[in-house]
């Protein structure tokens, strides 16, 4: 079973930075992508970044130039500055695999304060 673990939420002040890392047990197959997620609350989860085995990234529009996801080997990062309240939510890493299947980490929590 190959499993995902996340660290860095917390609460930090409008303006503020977070950075969430994310790290992939072994496992018998590659990973190709990995991202990162978000769900808020009563809204439904939506794509922050994702960087390929190549590291071409892409990103949602509400975060192009604040947010910077990077990845060493068979772990995510993701760098955010210039945090908004409409930042918070659950964050979620995932990976795909060469095997087709995704893996998703626990979640953890990011609250922005205004």
């Known amino acids: 079973q190959v499993q995902l673990v996340e660290s860095g939420g917390g609460l930090v002040q409008a303006g503020g930075s977070l950075r969430l890392s994310c790290a992939a047990s072994?496992?018998?197959?590659?990973?190709?992508?990995m991202g990162w997620w978000r769900q808020a609350p009563g809204k439904q989860r939506e794509l922050v970044a994702v960087?390929?085995?190549?590291?071409s990234t892409n990103y949602a529009d509400s975060v192009k130039g604040r947010f910077t996801i990077s990845r060493d080997k068979n772990t995510v990062y993701l760098q955010m500055n210039s945090l908004r309240p409409e930042d918070t939510a659950v964050y979620y890493c995932?990976?795909?695999?060469?095997?087709?299947?995704?893996?998703w980490g626990q979640g953890t929590q990011v609250t922005v304060s205004s």
């Open positions: 995932n990976a795909d695999y060469s095997n087709r299947l995704r893996s």
């Open positions: 960087i390929s085995s190549g590291d």
């Open positions: 072994r496992s018998t197959f590659s990973i190709n992508t």
